[in-house]
């Protein structure tokens, strides 16, 4: 009967050493210089290609040949530990292949993943597009509109999107957009825009708190045409979804989510995933803190020697123990299909708050040091907040939650 185990197999202890030593080695050597000049690092993405941490085989053997679910978290981990913004930057192409891996056919997915990266000579991104000036948290109200041209069997996307990870800089770009707005989520399609599609252009780039290193930009479509094949799942499979949905439209609303919409159904899966990033923000600010502490003295003994500095580490590490114990499960349970509740909500919620305050906590105790860039700790807080904003907001994570634990539709 014992079956519960936490042990990582062989392989994945092989795997987060191999990984570390890339964030050790490669990544926080240069994680500073890239947070100021706030560029896209593309000569550590092409050391990740090199080494076959960035790419197509690894996505598929990290997602895929896995049955665990726990191969992405412990490497994620690993590599957000050593920076947010790189890290990022390196598996920011991962949302635009879960989003065809979960909207696509097979042959969709063998034709337009790989081009999401490239190769290791040549390395290109992947950018997941949802979000819009007036639709991040309220997915279900998108603006941009893919109207269907039966004549040609194009589609014809118009419309601006918001905060886009690698936006406009992308090979593929993977756009959400309403095919019938009336139906809001339900009404929605994810299309494929190729490479040099005409149309589809770069808006304005942002300037951000953290996460600098990471490209984060606009993207605007006009009277972009992409081939009906671009469709993810085709066009059956959305005209039925489509007509089930009108039938929907016309019965009184009952208790549930609105029904499984393309972005949300990508979000689901990829909550584990950003909550290990979280994990790994936090753990390099603990681990920071944790050695300051026992070399830092104050009234002549280590500051660790006080139990409200001990305390305080004593609850990091706690709680990065925890959270990871939420993300490990939630990544367990979405590879093996068996989602409850709302784990993979439970444990990105979890995680962005530990990152969030454990960040904070090791700016306390590194004290004036820790407010300054000469020390990692302030660029680790600045990072960490991003993990209670995107992929679902705190607020958004409790209302899957609250939804998932009650079946009611809490507003
Ligand atoms: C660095 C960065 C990278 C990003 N990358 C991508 C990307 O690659 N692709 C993509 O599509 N998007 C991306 N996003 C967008 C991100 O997912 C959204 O910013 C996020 O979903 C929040 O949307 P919003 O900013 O419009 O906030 P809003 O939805 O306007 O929310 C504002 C506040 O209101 C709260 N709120 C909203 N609705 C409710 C409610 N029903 N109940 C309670 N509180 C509520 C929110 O929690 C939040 O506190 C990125 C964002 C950032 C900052």
Same mark, same amino acid.
């Given at each position: 009967m014992s079956q519960f185990s936490l042990a990582l197999s062989e392989d994945q202890e092989q795997l987060k050493d191999w990984v570390h030593q890339?964030?050790? =080695?490669?990544?926080?050597?240069? &994680? %500073?210089? +890239? #947070? %100021?000049?706030? %560029? $896209?690092? +593309?000569?550590?993405?092409?050391? &990740?290609?090199?080494?076959?941490?960035? !790419? $197509? #085989?690894?996505?598929?053997? *990290?997602?895929? !040949? =896995? %049955?665990?679910?726990?191969?992405?978290?412990?490497?994620? /981990? /690993?590599?957000f530990w050593g920076d947010a913004g790189i890290g990022l930057s390196i598996m920011g192409s991962g949302l635009a292949a879960a989003g065809i891996a979960g909207n696509g056919t097979p042959e969709q997915l063998g034709e337009w993943v790989p081009q999401c990266y490239g190769t290791a000579d040549d390395v290109k991104l992947g950018a997941f597009c949802v979000s819009e000036p007036d639709a991040g948290s309220d997915v279900s109200s998108l603006r941009t509109r893919a109207v269907y041209d039966e004549a040609k069997d194009e589609w014809v996307l118009n419309g601006t999107k918001a905060w886009i990870t690698n936006g406009g800089i992308a090979n593929v770009h993977v756009v959400v957009a309403a095919v019938e707005p009336d139906l809001k989520g339900r009404g929605q399609a994810s299309f494929i825009v190729p490479p040099n599609t005409p149309g589809l252009s770069m808006g304005q780039k942002y300037k951000k708190h953290g996460i600098k290193a990471s490209h984060t930009s606009e993207v605007v479509l006009e009277d972009v045409r992409v081939p009906g094949s671009c469709l993810l799942g085709g066009k059956e @499979?959305? #005209? /039925?979804?489509?007509?089930?949905?009108? /039938? *929907?439209?016309?019965?009184?609303?009952?208790?549930?989510?609105?029904? @499984?919409?393309?972005?949300?159904?990508?979000?689901?899966?990829?909550?584990?995933?950003?909550?290990?990033?979280?994990?790994g923000v936090a753990r390099a600010a603990y681990e920071y803190s944790l050695q300051y502490a026992q070399e830092r003295e104050a009234f002549g003994k280590p500051i660790i020697k006080n139990q409200s500095i001990a305390f305080?580490? *004593? =609850?990091?590490?706690?709680e990065i123990d925890a959270a990871r114990l939420l993300v490990h499960r939630a990544a367990w349970l979405s590879r093996n299909g068996q989602y409850v509740n709302a784990e993979g909500s439970q444990s990105k919620l979890k995680a962005g708050r530990v990152a969030v305050w454990v960040t904070e906590r090791a700016i306390q105790i590194l004290g004036g040091y820790g407010y300054t860039r000469e020390y990692p700790v302030e660029r680790w807080h600045r990072d960490a907040k991003i993990f209670d904003i995107f992929e679902g907001t705190e607020q958004i994570q409790q209302l899957v939650i609250a939804r998932a634990i009650s079946g009611l539709r809490i507003e």
């Open positions: 890339f964030a050790k =080695d490669v990544v926080r050597p240069v &994680a %500073e210089e +890239w #947070d %100021e000049r706030e %560029e $896209f690092p +593309w000569p550590v993405v092409q050391e &990740a290609a090199k080494i076959g941490l960035y !790419g $197509f #085989d690894f996505m598929a053997q *990290a997602m895929l !040949g =896995d %049955e665990t679910g726990l191969t992405m978290p412990i490497a994620i /981990e /690993e590599l @499979k959305l #005209d /039925e979804k489509l007509a089930r949905a009108r /039938e *929907a439209l016309n019965k009184p609303k009952t208790t549930g989510t609105s029904g @499984k919409q393309p972005a949300m159904a990508t979000f689901e899966a990829t909550r584990p995933a950003v909550g290990a990033q979280a994990i305080m580490l *004593a =609850d990091m590490c706690t």
